[in-house]
């Protein structure tokens, strides 16, 4: 059992969270919206009034939050994780940011006596419910030794990658798999479709096929019947490719298909899907096939009518 | 048991018939090469002089060929499988060729009395010989309820998609996305090896993620350690892309990742990997990265090399 | 002055075989619809009866037609060109076929002691009018001294390319710029409309940079006022295309802006475009972009928001 | 005749400043490098110490510089063009940057009571040199009309685009065509060439076609031989089509053809090609190929190699 921090209990935070508490762990939160924690403080973890206090209680202390922004939020300033870490600490940063981002916090860290890791997760909502959330850790090694057994309490495999940054740059790498296996799952059910099969059979057959990946068994069911709220947006998703173009040109890696994925999340932005989940892809492709739409997505194609003037 | 026919018996249809054998089936088959399927004969099977015969012989008979001129050769002419069938047989078409091609075959073995099926199955050798493939079957209802069980004997998994042609257009929809992922995961694992991480470890965080597909599973360490022989080579591939492509043009459904691929495929061959399992698109990858090939490879970039001129 | 024979007096075709009659050559015509050369006979072309008739009037006869399959129709057959051919007659062939199709036919040309060449055109009815037209040729070099003064006639820019085929294959190895130029100019007009620069403005500067090639300042100005008939439709342009992948895939050269831009050619068709020119390519755009439509396009979109149920 | 000022006397300042002296203005310059600027000294610009003092000398200043940061440089500090402006000033800004920094720096401008414009070009040191350049400003209308005149002392098109920034932004929506279409051309290059019409023809035949812009005529020459000198190079225009996506992103318009084409610039850089005219994307298709390249380029293959290990 440890002492432990978290700040930022979103919908993947807080499950981690709750993942901790379930292991025995001593857990301290903190989240930006107080009342979104109830169910966490209701299971026994205990609050802190600000990142800084979270890390101040804590011997190892978490962050998972939404993007660049929102890690310094957290992170810098009087009230911020730094300023609470003391030497031997050692801090999880679980968000996905850029590999120099990623980097300059970790030295940041270490000017504070304390070590920063990388520590972001492969996986969905459902992945870490069902204990098979992959965590991939950058960093120092040893420091890598002293918090594993904590982060198998979240998820089976837990797989040190390399030095500090390398972690979130093999999440980028990851990633971008996401993006690029929907769209062309929204390929096959379109041309399928379109050449008069059920879309219900058409989906049922390729989650069946050698190319159903776990991300497709959970995700290309909402081509039928879309989720009621995003697991990861079209907004998050493109913030991803992002930096996987960024690096990728900062390596000098050509990358097809992200870089064509990547336009279509573009496209899905523009026809109002942003805060949709990413299978809205799927959405542009039978937009353009001319493929009629069902049910729940009506919504959003009146929308675009009305704001293209159609 | 029934009495089946085989006509093909190369990787996958010879393993097929093979496990037709184990069930219980008497099979009679014929290869155009007999030699390859002596090892069929010595655990039972029968042997005919044609396609013909072999037709003549079952009641349900099986082909399963490369493209389209290979299929057009065994099932027409005087030798050919329509020529053996008769009313009441059903014959059962595995190959992958275009729906317009199978649709005008199931109309010629109408004009026989017959009925044909289109059966084209997703998955590997790996796949088949774990008892996990899956088999998508169009053509008339009653006849597929009639084949149903003896397609049991092959995989786990058969689906009824509609009306002759359907099947292998199921088929064609699943497969853009075999070379799809792979050239994304190529693009992942470049990215992540040329920003310093081990390409084994980017290999193995990969294969534990969400974005691993059991085609992942079998063909990513096709990265680390090309196949002696080709599974699937990339000239098989840029075939079932060309039916994708070719069927998104005349259903006008754009196909953006699958077009993007098929490109990457044509650079393969190009650089004289036509006969290579499909993985090899991530030898363009690195190619283009300037990333060092190792091992076994370093043969075909030398071959490049020289015919290039460098 | 010769004895030229012309089949297929349509937009370009009947453009041309006006040319050669206003320098002085006496030329016989046949198109399957006669109406349609009123105008030509009005101004002193003979008629023939069928292309047959056309090719033994003639010391010298071309073809333009819209397909391969058009062009078996008129060459071959009882009343086709090949028929009229005789020993030392040239027959000139400007259609966009594959280089496949157009050796073929010289194959058949030659064996009636005739030569075929093929020598199709690059530009447009404004380009061929204003005196511009380039002309591509391929087959026999003494053949082409022996037309060339008469296609000087035609345009001022006349090019040996090489044997049978080859000029068919520049043809084809020009036009899938012109679709890829197109493109370019409507995500550049789209970018910079959505980002608040009148669309009138983005053309302006557009067509007054060094972009702006012949096409362009042609066709340009369509995203501002769609042509009252298309110039070069959708579905030819994706013909053409088509020609240029599949050759691409034959030859292994990889067309990553080629194959990216057919696939929005399949959007275009897929929204109703199809007989539209094919600068329709930025109706595509603007649709993604949800930038709002004008004028004469309502139309369109009308009818793609009936037939999806928007 | 005005006082002029002219900060960043590179290959393309240097020569504008060189038309503004010779239609009789008086020129202040600075420039990193003095060296570099002598021949421009010795036909009577003055020289001044600092950006600053360039500002001070001149009621009209004009910056060109590479990038964001090195405009940072000589805008912003003690010694920035900023510190020299006063009331009544007008700061031409003709560098390509972001159209975001670009309002900031007119914001800092009109904080000290001048004027900032945007002024970006289109086109190379050959279309200068032969007075058609075409430049776009952006800024406020009056101050445009005060500057329009020397503008047209430079090139012969002057187009007002809009408000502060927004020149900038038609100029990367321009540029996105400039690399679209040099990777166009070479594909058509690349599969006549492989389908056996010799290169020279093959570009021959496209520089006298509709797609041949004035940007075409003068680097498509470039794959028969490279320039001594890069005029525009592969980094220099990857950076265009990075802000060209980010805008895209933001504004979410999709951007198919510049997404594929920034890989292929990734994939040039990787080749060590990055310092190279960014028509080296043709060594990309030719080296994807298979096609044999020649002469000049070779050394730059066989670094390559020898990087790579091959």
Redesign the interface.
């Known amino acids: 059992m440890a002492d432990l921090g978290f700040v930022g209990l979103g919908v993947m935070g807080g499950r981690i969270a709750r993942r901790l508490l379930a292991a025995g762990h001593r857990v301290t939160g903190y989240n930006r919206t107080k009342t979104k924690a109830q169910w966490l403080l209701d299971v026994g973890m205990r609050w802190a009034e600000s990142p800084r206090a979270v890390a101040q209680a804590a011997n190892v202390v978490f962050t998972m939050v939404t993007d660049t922004a929102a890690l310094h939020a957290v992170a810098h300033g009087a009230d911020g994780v730094l300023a609470g870490l003391a030497p031997g600490k050692i801090y999880v940063e679980m968000s996905t940011v850029s ?1 120099a981002a990623s980097r300059d916090l970790a030295g940041d860290a270490s000017g504070r006596g304390a070590q920063m890791m990388d520590a972001p997760v ?3 909502v459902s ?1 870490l419910e069902e204990g098979r959330l ?1 965590i ?1 850790v950058g960093g120092d090694r040893s420091a890598f030794e002293r918090i594993k057994p904590i982060l198998l309490d979240i998820g089976p ?1 837990v ?1 040190y ?3 500090n940054g ?1 972690a979130v ?2 999440k ?3 990633n ?3 993006a ?2 929907m ?3 929204s ?6 479709e ?5 879309r219900e ?2 989906v ?3 989650l ?9 068994k959970y995700r290309g069911p909402f081509v039928l019947r879309p989720p009621d709220e995003a697991w990861f947006d079209v907004t998050m998703m ?1 913030k991803d490719l ?1 930096l ?2 960024e ?3 900062q ?14 999340l ?2 899905a ?4 899907l ?1 805060g949709r989940d990413f299978a809205a892809v799927f959405e ?2 039978t ?7 069902r049910g729940i997505q ?1 919504l959003d ?2 929308t ?2 009305q ?4």
């Open positions: 590999p492969s996986g969905s992945t992959s991939m495999t797989t990658v390399g030095g390398q740059l093999m980028i790498a990851t971008l798999s996401l690029v296996h769209l062309a799952f390929e096959g059910v379109a041309l399928a379109k050449g008069g099969i059920a059979t058409a049922a057959v390729l069946s096929s050698v190319v159903a990946s776990p991300m497709l493109q992002g996987a173009l690096l990728g040109r390596l000098s890696v050509p990358l097809p298909t992200t870089a064509v994925t990547n336009e279509w573009s496209a932005r523009s026809m109002g942003g542009v492709v937009y353009l096939a001319g493929i009629q739409k009506d194609s009146e675009h009518a704001r293209t003037g159609r």
